[in-house]
């Protein structure tokens, strides 16, 4: 339905974003949002995820990990 490519590049700028927003390396980020289930969230529900701005989906993914048990702040 959508182009991979496409998903992929969102991803690495959204995983980007995310990093920058708390702070940390971007394997970081990488590692923290897969670890609760936040990459395979934003596969699932790219094509929502990539209509809205990138500051709601970086508080969206924060959200969803701390429901998960993540604890960034």
């Known amino acids: 339905m959508y182009n ?5 590049e969102y991803m690495v700028m959204l995983i980007g974003s995310f990093a920058k927003r708390y702070n940390i390396s971007y394997q970081e980020a990488q590692s923290y949002l897969s670890s609760y289930g936040a990459l395979d969230m934003i596969q699932s529900h790219y094509g929502i995820m990539h209509t809205q701005r990138f500051e709601d989906m970086v508080e969206g993914l924060s959200a ?3 429901r998960k048990g993540g604890n960034l702040s």
């Open 4 to 8: 991979l490519r496409d998903i992929v």
């Open 64 to 66: 969803f990990c701390k």
